[in-house]
């Protein structure tokens, strides 16, 4: 049974893409097959990586080919990682897509509509969502089973997670009744600081006991920071660190949560 789960979190900088890269690479270092979709026309998670931004076929190709109801090789625009998990590549041109959808009927679920071509091969499919809440991350929830919320502990991360979770609430009721919350993940944190400390209870306090809030914590290291540039996970590039460490238990709730 394939799990597709959204990282999304419409304020940029707070490590969807890192989280994307390294929980798929320890899903895949537990035996399941997976493959990331970058779903951002930044294509960060494509470059992220190791791979060009430059390609011919992304996806963008794919969603072109269901709104027009062509045939096609789903896998066509499938990339294989040396750490074992699969991408779907993006770059700029999916841009236009988010103007273009508009247009299209059903709109809602053309990512839906491609991604289920692909669930038989895989055990999760993991979506890296653009920093908005537009048209291309309201396709990524109306095709996920749950979506895991990156949050920096900030001042101001309370009241953008506010706006996603209306938006979440609202894709649930319209467009894909079964959307789950997997949790809120804490990340870029520094531990030592009052400030984080103090963001980290407020948010737990308006929205713990609703919403699962992972125990574990990312942190702010220099080596997960350094992975970006490298096309590698934590795991490959510094597997001894504490970045490394975190997403390993990261991955374990995940599981536990499946």
Known sequence: MCKVIAIANQKGGVAKTTTTINLGAGLT????K???????????LTMGMGFPKNLKVTLK??????IMGLEFDPKEAILHHEEGMDLIPSNKLLAGMDMSLFT??????????????LKDEYDYILIDCMPSLGMLTINALSAADSVLIPVQPQYYAADGLMELLKVVKGIHQRFNPELQIEGILFTMDNCRYNNAKRNKQAIKTTYGNDIKIFEQTIP????????????????????KSKGADSYRELVQEVLKHA
Not at 29 to 32: F, I
Not at 107 to 116: C, G
Not at 220 to 239: H, K, N, P, Q
Request: without cysteine; glycine residues 8%.
């Open 34 to 44: 997976v493959v990331l979709v970058d779903a951002d026309p930044q294509g960060h």
């Open 104 to 117: 299209v009927e059903d709109r809602e679920k053309v990512l839906k509509e491609y991604l289920e071509l």
């Open 220 to 239: 702010r290291t220099e080596s997960l920071a350094e992975t970006a540039s490298e096309g590698v996970s934590i795991f490959a590039y510094d597997g």
């Open 29 to 32: 270092k537990n035996g399941k």
């Open 61 to 66: 190709s794919m969603m072109e080919n269901i």
